[in-house]
Each structure stands twice: as structure tokens, then as C-alpha cells.
């Protein structure tokens, strides 16, 4: 296990929304999308947070860098505590912590050359005269693989893939420590989501960001992760280094998402865990443990009892309860299929 301190650190995260509620009589309900959330990030380390639409993943992004609150918990990033910041301090540490969101052209002004908003943050933070700031967004294209000559156009002169490159030079620009990247290929063509990705680690290693790497493909957050956390309905169910988390999956659900990804060659065997139905709704999570509606291997205390996510191994955190201390092995998955 590492010693250095975290870079982040997000301890007992909630966010609950309350909905409904606006007919005479009718209770509000409350979504449990985010229920008790903790992991920490290193500097210059990518954490894949990974999970089926739904599960929470994109409001835990949101909640690190302050686009939205927790209901209970807390997020340190460096030193600084960031719950109930003042809007003024919020923007200081803008500089520091960036996102790189899902759809690239929605992210941009459509009205605004682009080498323009790449200097954007600079001009917020006051870094800086004109000529230099243009400059630096020149400079910044370059970095990004673009031509400082696209300076002058428009996000809808630009493919999804240079768009994409816009938005993470424009994220970069300050050089921050920490970086939410949510899904941030899966809007592009397959043909260009390795370059997008390759791109985003490149960048890691010259400006030694840190990310939170939010995607519900496994293929790139094996790619691109130091470590990985798997949440299912508003929890982290397991987390690991990423070569542990792929080669010596523990949850039934990790399990499950990993069997899922279609393997190129085809005389490879593998055990198939099929995952049946669709998540539970998380107004209504089921008692116990969340996973036990659709796990194959749940027991009867499985619908009463929530397992607590333990550590089995350095680094290795797993919540089930058939998988008990260090050095514990896979559950044995009886009902699957080949
Ligand atoms: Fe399945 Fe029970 Fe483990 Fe939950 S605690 S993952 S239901 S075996």
C-alpha cells in the first residue's frame, strides 16, 4: 500500500435527493443515489470508477468538485476540506480541480472560437495579458495533437474527437492537480476513443494530474486505471489495483461486469456469470445486501444483513459476505453459464 498521503479523499459520502411529494397528500420519496461513499486518489493516479448506468457514479463526480452537495460526508482535496466553501474560494480552487465532461459539444460555446475558451480559464484567474493567453491556448493545442491554427474556429467546424481534445486542453490549461473525467469517450466513435484515452494518459505524465476516471466500460478503465472501484446502487462494492480487480475479481458483481466484456479470441474459456434483470431502484434499495436480488450465489442473511466492505488484501476491499479475511478466494459461482 502506498504511503504517500491522498491527493483526494472523500470519506462517507451521501447524497440523497428528495422527489415527488407535489400532489396533496402524496409523501415525497427520497433517492438514495450516492449512500456512504469513501476512496482516496493519489497524486498523479487514475481511479476508474466503474458501474451500470445508474449507479451513482456521475453525482460522486459531481460531488468532488462541488457542482452539486452531499448530504452527509466530506471531500478533502490536498489539505483543504471542501464542504460549505464560500462561492469566492470555490473559484480559487477551480485552478486546481477540472472535469472533462461526456459530450464534448454540449461543454463548449457554440459562439466562441475555440482557442478562445481554452484561454478562458486563464482570463478568469487573471493569468496573464491577451496576447500571451493566446499564446498558451495555441501551445495547449499543440499539446492536445490539434494544429494551433484551429485557434480561430468554432466547436461545430471540429469533429467529436478534436472537440474532445478542446475540452481537455481547456481543462488543463491551469495545470490542475485533479481532474473528473466522466465517461469521457463514450460519446466519440470507437475509432477514436483509444486516442482520446491514450491522449488523457499522455497528458497525466507531462502536467502529473490525477484523475477520477468515471466509465461503464471496463476495456478503457483497464486501460487507463491505476486502481478501479466498482459501485452498484450507490456504494462501492469492491476496489482494487486495477491487475487485481481483472485477474482475481472477489464481488459476484465484479465478477459479473468483467464476464461481460466480450474477449477477442474465441478459444479463450471463461466462467460466465450472467447477471439477470436490471438494478433495483434506488428509492427503494432492497434490504440486506443491494446485490442480493440479482446475485446467484445470495443466502438467506444476504436479505437481512448489509455486508461492510473490508479489506482481503493490500488494497483490495470487497463488501460480500462469502468473502471473509486476507487471502480470501472467488465464491464459487455454481449457477452459470459457459
Ligand atoms: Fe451475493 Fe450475498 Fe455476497 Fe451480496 S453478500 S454479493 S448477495 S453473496
Redesign the pocket.
Known amino acids: 500500500m502506498s504511503t504517500v498521503s491522498p491527493l483526494l479523499a472523500v470519506d462517507s459520502l451521501v447524497r440523497h435527493f428528495r422527489i415527488g411529494g407535489g400532489k396533496l397528500f402524496a409523501r415525497p420519496a427520497v433517492v438514495r443515489a450516492v449512500d456512504g461513499v469513501s476512496f482516496t486518489v493519489g497524486p498523479s493516479e487514475t481511479l476508474g470508477l466503474v458501474g451500470e448506468s445508474g449507479c451513482g457514479k456521475t453525482t460522486v463526480g459531481r460531488l468532488v468538485l462541488g457542482l452539486d452537495q452531499p448530504t452527509h460526508g466530506c471531500v478533502t482535496l490536498g489539505a483543504q476540506p471542501l464542504n460549505d466553501l464560500a462561492p469566492a474560494a470555490w473559484r480559487a480552487l477551480r485552478r486546481d480541480a477540472q472535469m472533462v465532461f461526456q459530450d464534448p459539444l454540449g461543454a463548449l460555446d457554440p459562439r466562441m472560437p475555440v482557442g478562445r475558451q481554452i484561454a478562458e480559464p486563464l482570463e478568469i484567474h487573471g493569468i496573464t495579458g491577451g496576447g500571451e493567453r493566446a499564446e498558451r491556448a495555441r501551445e495547449m493545442l499543440a499539446a492536445v495533437g490539434l494544429s494551433p491554427d484551429l485557434a480561430a474556429r468554432y466547436p461545430h467546424e471540429l469533429s467529436g474527437g478534436q472537440q474532445q481534445r478542446v475540452v481537455i486542453a481547456r481543462a488543463l490549461i491551469l495545470k490542475p492537480r485533479f481532474v473528473v473525467c466522466d465517461e469521457p469517450v463514450s460519446a466519440l466513435d470507437v475509432s477514436v476513443q483509444a486516442q482520446v484515452v491514450n491522449l488523457l494518459a499522455r497528458m497525466q505524465r507531462e502536467f502529473q494530474v490525477a484523475y477520477l476516471f468515471i466509465s461503464h466500460d471496463l476495456k478503457i478503465v483497464r486501460h487507463i486505471s491505476h486502481r478501479v472501484a466498482v459501485m452498484y446502487l450507490g456504494q462501492i462494492v469492491e476496489s482494487a489495483p486495477r491487475e487485481e480487480l481483472f485477474e482475481r475479481p472477489l464481488?459476484?458483481?465484479t465478477q459479473a461486469l468483467i464476464a461481460a466484456v466480450p474477449v477477442p479470441d474465441p478459444t479463450v474459456k471463461r466462467k460466465r456469470l450472467v447477471l439477470h434483470g436490471e438494478p433495483p431502484s434506488p428509492v427503494h434499495p432492497p434490504p440486506g445486501?443491494r446485490?442480493?436480488t440479482r446475485?446467484p450465489?445470495?443466502?438467506v442473511r444476504?436479505r437481512s444483513e448489509a455486508?461492510v466492505l473490508r479489506t482481503v488484501a493490500s488494497g483490495h476491499q470487497v463488501s460480500?459476505?462469502?468473502v471473509t479475511g486476507p487471502g480470501a478466494s472467488e465464491?464459487e459461482i455454481t449457477r452459470c453459464s459457459s
Open positions: 464481488h459476484p458483481y445486501c446485490f442480493h446475485c450465489l445470495a443466502e444476504c455486508p460480500c459476505h462469502l465464491p
